[in-house]
């Protein structure tokens, strides 16, 4: 999908966001993850790595995955968070 | 200039009826950076043109250093119609894509609700750009 944004209201940045992080480099590496491994995390919550190659952390939900991170010493704001689906065929209405 | 993102490609374990019978369900899901006061973090959130509001987990708005306790309120419902609470703050929002780069303040509502994803809805996200959805 492609977003636009025709407003100059819209001021541009670069300050506080990791100098390398590109989203469509990491949803095309994160396409590419093995479904079989990405399995074991069904249903969980998990900390990518910036580009998208690894899960470097994981947790039952939110609270827990922030937990874990802590406990491991990773910086969360140096990963990216979301939800794996569980491969149950449910719909999202 | 564009950001260009491919689908978040869902795989469902057994055909989808009706796609057809393929496996791989196409999913908007875009890496988005929130910044509050006391730091950043980078959720996966989906595009819902039909969603109101832009809502993240009350568990982002921690972690970013946002105080919550006097925020305005108010409530949403999606499918079920089950009403959740929102909290509101304005925080930036920032897209990066190749050598593109966006950010923008929003006003953006937090909920203890349990979501599938974040929600990039129109308040907050959509109300600032064009997106296209191509078909896959």
């Keep these: 999908m492609s977003i636009q944004n025709p407003s100059s209201s819209v001021p541009l940045g670069n300050h506080q966001q990791p100098a390398d992080f590109d989203g469509g480099v990491f949803t095309d590496n994160q396409n590419r993850f093995p479904a079989t491994e990405l399995l074991k995390y069904a249903g969980q919550w998990v900390a990518w790595s910036l580009d998208g190659t690894q899960i470097v952390a994981s947790g039952k939900d939110e609270a827990a995955l922030l937990s874990n991170l802590q406990r491991v010493g990773i910086d969360p704001s140096r990963v990216v968070q979301g939800r794996v689906e569980p491969m149950d065929g449910t719909v999202h209405l | ?136």
């Design chain 2, 1 to 136: 200039m564009s950001l260009r993102f491919h689908y978040r490609l869902v795989r469902t374990g057994k055909p989808i009826l009706p796609l057809g019978g393929r496996s791989v369900r196409p999913r908007p899901v875009i890496p988005i950076t929130l910044i509050g006061p006391l730091g950043s973090s980078v959720q996966l959130a989906v595009l819902d043109p039909a969603a109101d509001d832009t809502v993240f987990s009350d568990h982002v708005a921690a972690a970013i250093g946002l105080d919550l306790t006097q925020a305005p309120q108010g409530s949403g419902a999606g499918i079920g119609l089950a009403s959740v609470f929102l909290r509101y703050a304005e925080v930036s929002l920032r897209l990066a894509q190749g050598q593109e780069r966006r950010e923008w303040k929003a006003w953006v509502g937090f909920t203890a609700a349990k979501m599938l994803y974040p929600m990039l809805g129109f308040a907050g996200f959509l109300q600032f750009f064009d997106a296209l959805y191509p078909g896959t």
